[in-house]
Structure formats: C-alpha cells, structure tokens
C-alpha cells in the first residue's frame, strides 16, 4: 500500500505545483487587440479575446501536466501494482460492490418529497401559511413521517413506500391558472391516498416493490418538478423581445417555409434556436400561449435530469434525490433548455462509467451529436465529460471509446443524411464550425472579476463565499486541481473519486464560458452535484465520526451558512401562495402572437410603436423591414420576414456579412424600412452601438433611408424614392458612433 501512496502523493503534489504555475504562466499572459479584430467590447477595451481562453487553459491544463509528470516519475521509482489490489487488463480492480438497500435508502427521500407534495399545494391554498413557510414546511415534514410510520405500523421502511401513492396530484401543479378549491383538494388528497393505499392494498411485499418503484421514479422528481412548475406558472411568462427573438425568429421563419443557415442562421444550435419551437408552436398554437404549453412539456425532462445525475454517479435513488433538491434551491426555474440534454448526457456517462454498462456508452454516442444540434457550447462541455468518463472508467477503456464513437456514428451520420436532404449539409458546417467561433471578438467580454475581495481574516469568509463569483472560482480551483492529481492514476481510480472527474470537467469546461460571455450560471448547473459528490469523496468509507467525516460535515454546515437555502423556501412559499408578475407588465392582445405573455413597460412600448408605423406606412403583409436595433421578436410578433439571414447585428460585422446584408436588403422591393432605434438595453450590446459594429451596413441605411416614424425611442426609417436613392454607400469613418 505504500507504493501506491507514494504514487498518489506525488501526482497530488504534482498538481498543486502545476496549479501555482499555471496562476503565474496566465497572469504573464497577454494579447491586444488586432488592428484587424472586429468590433465589440474586447478590441473597445484592448485585448484579443483569445487571451482570457488561453489564460484559462493554462490554468486547467498545468495541474493536469503537473500531476502526470510526477505520477510518471513516481512509477519509475516504484514497480509493481498497488498491494492490496488485482491487476487485470491495465486497470485497477476494486473489490466487490455493496448492493445498496433501496426500500432503506428511501425512507427520508420519501418523507421529504411527500412533504414538499403538501406544502406546495398547502401553501397556496392557505396564504397564511407563507409568513413562515419554513417551519410550516418543518411541519408537514413532521406529518409526512408520523403518516409513514403509521402506514408502517411503526415500520418507516415499510411505511414511506406508501407516500409514493400521492403521486397523482403533482400534474395540478402544472394548471398555473388553477381555482384555489384545487388546491385544498390536492393538499388534501395528497394526506389521504396513502392511508386509502394501505387500506385497499395491504402491506404485502409485491405491493412495497410496486410502490418503491412508483417513489423512485415518479414521486422522488415529480415533487420537485412539480415545485417549480407550482412556484412559476400562476403567472404568464415575461417576453423579451431580444431573448426571445434567438429562438422565435428562426421559428418564424420556419414556419414560414424558410430553410435554417440557407434564410436564417441559429446562434445556439438548430433545434434550440428555433427548429424545436416551431413545432412547438405549429402544435400548441402560434402565440405565448402556446409556447407555454410546449413549456410545460419541456420540463418534465429538466429536473429529473438533476436526479438521474446524482443516482447515476452512486446508484442511490437518495443521493439522487439529494442532489436534485439542492441544485433546486440553488438556482430555482422552470426549464433552461439549452443545457438539458447535455446534463442527460453526463448522466448516461456516469451510468457507464460506474456499470461498465455496453448501452450506456452507445446511448451517450448516439446523443453527443444530437446534442450539437440543440446547443453546440453544451455539446462541447458534454463530449469531454463523456471522454473522460471513458478514462476513468469500469472495465476496458478501448471498447468503451469504441461504443462511444459507434453511437455517435450512427447519431452523425443520420443526422448528415437529414440536413443533406434538405441541402443546408455544407452550410450547417460551415456556420457551427466556422463562422460561429469567429464571432469570439464580437462578443466576448472576458473573465469576470469577483465583486467582493478575499479578505486578510476569516471574518468575512461567509460574505466572500456568498459572492457567486469568487464562490465559483473557488470550487474551479479546487477542480482543476483534484482532476490534475486524480486523473493521472486513471484507470486505477477509486469507486468515490470516478463519478467527481466527468462533473468537474463538465463544469471546468463550461467555466470556458464566463471567460468568454461572463455567463456565470452555467458551470452552477453541475456545481451542486460536484460539492455533494466532493464531499460523499471527503467523508470516504469512515463514515461521519472519522476525521475526514467530521471534516466534510464541517465543510456541509459552511455551505448551509453560505447558502441560506430558507431565504430560497420564503421565496418559493411567496411566488406560489401570491405570484406577482414585474411591476408595470403588461398583457397585450395586438398583434395575436403577443397574447399570452406579459412585457415590461419598454417592451410594450416597442410593440404598440412597431403596430402604430405599420398603420402609419401601410405596409402590405408581405413588406417588412430591416432590424437594425436588435428587437427581433418584433418580427415573430407581427408574422414579418427577416430579410436577411442573421438575427443580431454583431452576427454581420466581417465585411463580407456586411455586404450580404446590403445586397440582401438592397435587391430586396418588400424591406420598405428599417428600425434603427428601440430604446431597449439590447439596442447596443456591451455599450458598442450598430453603427460601430456594422460601419457599411449604417452608411447604406443612412443613404437609402430617412426618418419616417418616432415615438418614444422608437425610430423606423423608411425607404427613399428611387431619385433620391444613392448608387453607391461609402462608410464612414471607422470610429463613428451613432
């Protein structure tokens, strides 16, 4: 056993070294901005995006490096495998793996979902209950396990399955607009068809199995699915003009008979930006009514992703359902849907990567390439989890990465089929893998600095951790480093360790993202898992009373200090018992694709100007106009086409966008106007206005149009008559501001 501390030492010390050399080696780094490098806020600023990306790559690969190296040393001076341990075909075995005791392992699970079921029906049936909703949660809690042991006759086990028989009421919860006389129903049946189980059933051990599958798989992420749905859909969802219009554009334009990347090109991924809603909208109607249905569908696949992580990590229904409510509480919504199949993903590969299991390995391949097709950032972040999942898993590695590209061969190459069927097999190509990554310059922003400082004492670790920032830099730190110690020993990787490696290196990997767009939610999606994880690895076999238990427990009650998951309850117990929509946000029933939603003030504004020139110019239903303000829901609102295939302004900055936007525009009879203001924050994005970005595109406008229509800050220009017309657009100087 020496031996391999020895090796284990090496590679840890190893990766702190590669650690503080990799923080001085990109601290040294530095790139201004090319005299090329298109507009946006890294060349306004004076730096080369690409600066933060390898500053941050550095950072990540140094420890890794560091760790490999002195593993490598280690092993020449230490031959032969670790005692204790079994060799075979280059991998570590580990000895025999306990079975996990499901019935057992449920029994707090259970109580607690079974008390959330209540409560959030409870709580918006009887408003008195949100002043103090934590403890009324307490409460039922209580409740739920007296009601398990009665159902038990004084057997837990036996009687929690029987809470899984109030499974029936969650769908309620997803009637936004329901009576209150619902909700004291549901409450109530909630309490009363576990005893009705018992009595009609009995407690045979056929009907516990039935009802402990009906709690691991509907009841334990049914209840919290159904706590979002429960604390968000009383009210209609908020429109965003600027948002929305990434996905409802494209949607539009399908709908319209238009082809993605030939007539429009998605940002995101081509079922996330549009594909996907426009059949949504086809099926459920072409307004916010109709995307709300389609919304409620979605999420039946969002939380139960959380689970299905955490249960595939361990093979624990409890620890699933532990991580799927802490993630929760730690960022409570109804649906991100660009990162779901990504998190579906990790879950299948951490499946794999603990069963050794040859359909997990070929479902994860089969979805990587589907994944690319809903969001590409995603995809990326889920396709180097899923190989190293594959580095340190269970069994052969070979034919694991075998199975992997089998599946993702399959998956690519019907998807190939599909889009060159449809002709846009190139173009598809050459947006995700070309023209995408150069929009870099046009929108990065670079690392985000933390808002509150590391103090000199521990005083004030409780306010600096609570930043989400520096929180997130922390827990990036800690990864890097652990997977530079860690993975260097792969395969010889423990059965505690295996499951951390994927989610830190998703969630490293999606830290790409804040150096680049400072989007600082999206490694959180997996940092509740890592943490539960990270801690489960903390504690080890010792259980709670041995020194590394006793530590993770202190690091657990840090993190309850930190987070303050109550203040998340009051919140939940508000929005569910009293939902109040944004002050002065208004419904709008012209045009009929508004109906449905409510829009803040500015929004509104925007939309009742935009019907208002539409009246005042006359224009026809097939002439529209060009967005040059970043407002493209208006023309998913008003059924217009976009006259060009880009959505955004800074998508056309390169000067051979700029002159496709002109000559599309130019050849094109039906674009009368063009918006050139809205007054909207997304007007000029990062504080860079349009015609900085797109200096070509502002000077043929400014030559080809004139003011028409203002109200407000909104402003259309409309065409000039052919005489007035000018032949030719020269730009303007490059740093002309508008």
């Not at 909630?190 to 407690?203: E, F, K, Q, S, T």
């Amino acid at each position: 056993m020496s031996r391999w501390r020895g090796i284990r030492r090496a590679t840890s010390a190893g990766a702190l070294f590669g650690f503080g050399v990799g923080l001085l080696l990109a601290r040294a780094i530095f790139i201004p901005a090319r005299p090329s490098q298109i507009p946006g806020f890294a060349r306004d600023h004076g730096f080369d995006p690409r600066m933060h990306l390898l500053r941050f790559l550095v950072l990540a690969v140094c420890p890794f490096a560091g760790g490999l190296i002195a593993g490598a040393l280690a092993r020449r001076r230490s031959f032969g495998a670790p005692e204790g341990s079994r060799v075979h075909a280059g991998r570590l075995e580990e000895g025999p793996r306990r079975p996990v005791r499901l019935l057992g392992s449920l029994v707090l699970p259970a109580v607690t979902a079974h008390a959330i079921t209540v409560w959030m029906f409870a709580v918006g049936a009887w408003p008195a209950a949100a002043r103090g909703p934590v403890l009324w949660l307490a409460l039922l809690f209580g409740g739920s396990a007296a009601l398990a042991a009665l159902l038990g006759r004084g057997d837990l086990e036996g009687g929690a399955c029987f809470l899984a028989c109030a499974a029936p009421v969650l769908p309620l919860a997803f009637w936004g607009s329901r009576p209150r006389a619902a909700d004291d129903l549901a409450a109530a049946a909630a309490l009363c068809l576990p005893i009705l189980a018992r009595a009609v059933l009995g407690n045979r051990d056929g009907t516990r199995r039935v009802l402990c599958r009906l709690a691991v798989f509907v009841l334990l992420p049914g209840s919290v699915t159904a706590l979002a749905a429960a604390a968000t859909l009383k009210t209609p969802p908020i429109a965003d003009l600027y948002e929305d219009g990434h996905g409802l554009l494209p949607a539009s334009e399908y709908l319209r008979g238009e082809l993605p990347y030939r007539d429009i090109v998605p940002g995101h991924g081509l079922l996330a930006d549009g594909l996907l809603a426009a059949g949504e909208l086809k099926v459920f109607g072409t307004d916010y009514r109709g995307l709300r249905r389609a919304q409620k569908l979605n999420s039946l696949l969002f939380w139960p992703a959380f689970y299905a992580m955490g249960w595939a990590a361990t093979g624990s229904a409890a620890f699933g359902f532990v991580a799927l409510l802490v993630s929760f509480l730690c960022f409570p919504m109804l649906l991100f849907l660009r990162v779901m199949l990504s998190l579906w993903i990790l879950a299948l590969a951490l499946y794999a990567s603990r069963t050794n299991e040859r359909w997990a390995w070929v479902a994860c391949g089969i979805a990587l390439p589907i994944a690319l097709c809903v969001a590409v950032e995603f995809a990326a972040y889920a396709a180097i989890a899923s190989l190293v999942a594959v580095a340190v898993a269970r069994g052969p590695r070979l034919r694991h990465l075998r199975r992997l590209l089998a599946g993702m061969l399959v998956s690519g190459a019907s998807i190939a089929a599909a889009l060159a069927g449809a002709g846009i097999l190139g173009l598809f190509a050459r947006t995700t893998f070309l023209f995408l990554p150069s929009l870099l310059p046009a929108y990065a922003i670079g690392l985000l600095r933390p808002a509150a400082p590391w103090p000199p004492g521990l005083a004030n670790v409780f306010a600096t951790l609570s930043d989400r920032t520096m929180f997130l830099y922390a827990f990036v730190a800690v990864a890097v480093t652990f997977c530079g110690a860690v993975l260097p020993r792969a395969p010889a990787v423990g059965a505690l360790a295996r499951p951390l490696l994927p989610v830190f290196a998703w969630a490293i990997a999606a830290t790409a993202s804040v150096a680049e767009r400072r989007h600082i939610g999206f490694p959180f999606f997996v940092v509740p898992l890592g943490l539960l994880l990270a801690l489960r690895f903390l504690r080890g076999a010792g259980g709670w009373r041995s020194s590394r238990g006793l530590l993770a427990a202190a690091a657990l009650v840090l993190a309850i200090g930190v987070w303050r998951p109550w203040r998340v309850a009051r919140g939940l117990a508000v929005s569910a018992a009293i939902p109040l929509p944004p002050a002065g946000a208004l419904s709008i029933e012209e045009p009929p694709r508004a109906r449905g939603a409510l829009f803040p003030p500015p929004d509104a504004s925007a939309v009742r100007a935009t019907a208002d020139f539409i009246r005042s110019a006359g224009l026809s239903r097939e002439e529209t106009w060009l967005d040059f303000a970043n407002a493209t829901g208006l023309y998913f609102l008003f059924d217009r086409d976009c006259p060009i295939r880009y959505y955004e302004v800074p998508f056309y900055e390169s000067e051979e966008a700029q002159a496709e936007v002109i000559a599309s525009v130019e050849r094109n009879p039906r674009v009368r106007a063009v918006l050139v203001s809205t007054g909207l924050p997304s007007e000029p994005i990062d504080g860079i206005p349009n015609a900085v970005r797109a200096p070509r595109v502002a000077a043929f406008l400014r030559s080809n149009f004139e003011p028409f229509f203002r109200r407000e800050r909104v402003e259309f220009w409309l065409r000039r008559s052919e005489s007035r017309a000018s032949p030719e657009s020269r730009p303007p100087p490059t740093g002309e501001r508008r």
